[in-house]
């Protein structure tokens, strides 16, 4: 941090102030000023532990090279993200725009219509098969995820399912925040997207974004510190 030094005056004035304790700073308030690096999650996850045997696709056809790792604390890969638009229709994500569009999710908001695409960061996880069974792992919607692209880091949420043998998918908020182009058609990176699924929570109501960023910073932080 750089720290502009005093002229003579403002120290002299310094000097003669009342003197009070600073305030302290909430931990949201710490997390918002210094918040997880995308470089210190990317180490924390550069060894895999594969959670079972079998491996995914990034899209139909390409070779199921993708593995699910695990630790004790999350569950992680590396993989593309394909743009998911599904859910409660809007401006950018309707029939029009996509035309795979469906108008529900795998799991709901709390007034029981679809999450929105365009407006809540989520992720997409396989459905569950022989492959894998990510409930068997601690994890359920509103699962709480860190999505790190390049050196940006976006908390979501889990909020969909999607075919079984295909992974590395997120909605057009979750891309847009990471800086990744969210066209539903033809938008998505084909690599370089790294997903971390905390085991074990669970953000309630599964749309409040502001409880995924917060429980997210969290347990990135005590993820980073189990190293």
Known sequence: MRVRSLTLAAASAALLAPTTPPATASPSAAWRDNPVRAADLLARVKDCAPVFRGRYRSDQGAPADIPVCGTREAVFWKADMDIDCDGRPGPRCNRRTDPYFAAST????????????ENLPFVVLPAPSRIWDYRKHGVTGGSVVAVVYRDRVQYAVVGDTGPQGIIGEASYATAKALGIRPDPHGGGTPSGVTYVVFKNTRVSPIEDHAAAVATGERLARRFIAAR
Do not use: E, V
């Not at 709390?110 to 695409?117: C, E, I, M």
């Open 106 to 117: 795998a799991y709901a908001q709390s007034d029981g219509r679809p999450l929105s695409a």
